[in-house]
């Protein structure tokens, strides 16, 4: 039988509770509320008292911790073991993660261990007559889809990041008892950790940048970047890019933006022939003025964008740039 | 080694979209398919490996009959031989019925490394890899933009990218279920030659009852997740759209740009 709670599943930083970590309390919190129950938090770590204390503001029903020290570092043996038996005998109706690049690694391992759905990545859901309706990015980012779940059972959700606002997590009356997980006997670490490595750490630093011209898949070639140039040298930018130029060895890796790249904020963010997959989106959407171009109508980087052209990025590059030449000159 | 490689074919991202009459995903017809980005690079490295140690590559895939176009492209390059999980009951599935379909028909051999692509193009749930290694039991690793075999093939090195620009580097045990981020390597063009030799490759066609499963458990019947719509997101709150030849619209932008923006 699983009951009415959601669990929300806490990745600390640096022993805090990270904005992350409130988005997945908060998503957690308006779960529970639909489902008439209550939400709880678990922590994973090593020494992790204090952010324990901190997540145990928030309406909570339990903030349950496994500190062990195998818990330190991340291997999926240990965060499943340490997760998989709580969630056993607990059954929550969801158990809602961070959509990171860490908790996906581990989370699909987490759900077939217990025998839960899985459902990654939603942005949002609503509450009807015909149950809950999850709303998920398909097709980078073109479309939404609207999921519903089948069957019984706990389902594991990953929630996007800035989908549920860290501002919206309810404060508790009292402070919520903080429980120790009974079982951490399954906890076993699976990889030797051989170290950290910077990808590009010394180089290009776009995020000091005031004005980026960043280019993607459409602008059709490395040996089509000479007009991209001349529009940047106009603007005084620096040039990004996403990440398929990248992997097509069209620029190099340190001027990748996106979630695996660089994350930008600057003044203005000119975007060429980049659909604006969530990937990109979320290392530009600071920006203070977006353009997009772009030949598809539909490319959902004019939905972050201030203004945009929709047409063909190579007619439209050496106008733009004669026309700064000219708004500059004047 | 012995590499199985599972692929899977999806919408070409660049084409222009349509919402199908029934409004449950898009409509199809017309639409081009290409096999999914990560997923060629997975194929890449499992036939470097598979060079490097004297094995062989068997690409797996499951779907409609147009993915016989996707694995006749991985025959081309270089694919020995593959899996077609090919039947009705299989489609509509989510990660969880998709892989334990997969992991049934990976099962039937002995394979020393299975990859796969860490997120597909059109539904993108990025979770299939991980989920076929529960079911072998093998270890697994999402995202991993660096792979080298050690040990003669009992171990791993592996590079695995994580947010803000870090890459993280362990070992782990072989065989295992490594799920490959686009960029790891070059993928390589089909010669003529192999264009030619991939119809003399074999294709073997696995129904659901063949992999001894039960179709409640495969496809929508075996998924705990069902999409009931799909729609363009709401437009109206994005950009404001130039409109004009090419340099009327870069003249009215630029004029934004200095005097409502003023960003430059």
Known sequence: MSNLNVWAVLQLRDGQVSRAALETIAAAQQLAAALGGKAEAVILGSGVGDGAIAAA????????????????????????????????????????????????????????????????????????????????????????????????????????????????????????????????????????ILGLEEVGGDQIDLTKSEIIVAVGRGIGGGDKLGPVEDLAKALGAEIGASRPVIDSGWLPRDRQIGSSGQTVAPKLYVALGISGAIQHLVGMKASTCVVAINKDPGAPIFAVANYGIVGDVHEILPALTAAVKAAKGA | ????????????????????????????????????????????????????????????????????????????????????????????????????????????????????????????????GSLLAGHLGWPHAWLVIGLEIEAGGKTAQVKREMESGMNEIFRLNLPAVIEIQAGINHPRYASLKGIMGANKKPIEEVTVAGLGLEAETVGLAGSRLEIVSVAFPESGTGAQILTGDAATAAQALVLKLRQEARVI
Not at chain 1, 70 to 97: E, K, M, N
Not at chain 2, 25 to 42: K, Q
């Open chain 2, 1 to 128: 080694m012995k590499v199985a490689v599972c692929i899977k074919q999806v919408p070409d991202v660049e084409a222009r979209l349509r919402v199908a009459k029934d409004g449950r995903w898009i409509d199809e017809e017309d639409l081009s398919f290409v096999t999914n980005e990560s997923d060629r690079y997975a194929l890449e490295e499992g036939l470097k490996i598979a060079e490097a140690t004297g094995g062989e590559v068997v690409v797996v895939s499951l779907g409609p009959d147009r993915v016989r176009d996707a694995l006749k492209k991985a025959l081309a390059v270089g694919a020995a031989r593959a899996m077609f999980l090919k039947d009705p009951a299989f489609s509509g599935g989510d990660a969880i019925a998709t892989a334990r379909a997969l992991a049934a028909a990976i099962r039937r051999e002995s394979f020393d490394l299975v990859l796969t692509g860490s997120q597909s193009d059109d539904v993108g749930y990025g979770s299939t």
């Open chain 1, 57 to 192: 503001g928030r309406d909570l029903a339990a903030v349950h911790v496994a500190d062990h020290a195998d818990l330190a570092g991340y291997t999926p043996g240990a965060f499943i073991g340490a997760l998989a038996p709580a969630l056993r005998a607990a059954q929550p109706a969801f158990v809602v993660f961070a959509h990171t690049y860490q908790t996906v690694d581990y989370a699909p391992r987490l759900a077939h261990e217990v025998g839960a759905g899985l459902l990654p990545q939603i942005t949002g859901f609503t509450s009807g007559a015909d149950g809950l309706l999850f709303s998920r990015p398909i097709l980078g980012g073109k479309l939404q889809a609207k999921v519903k779940v089948r069957g019984e059972g706990t389902v594991i959700v990953s929630i996007q990041s800035g989908a549920f606002s860290s501002d919206s997590v309810v404060a508790g009356s009292v402070a919520a008892p903080i429980l120790a997980l009974a079982d951490l006997s399954e906890i076993k670490p699976d990889r030797e």
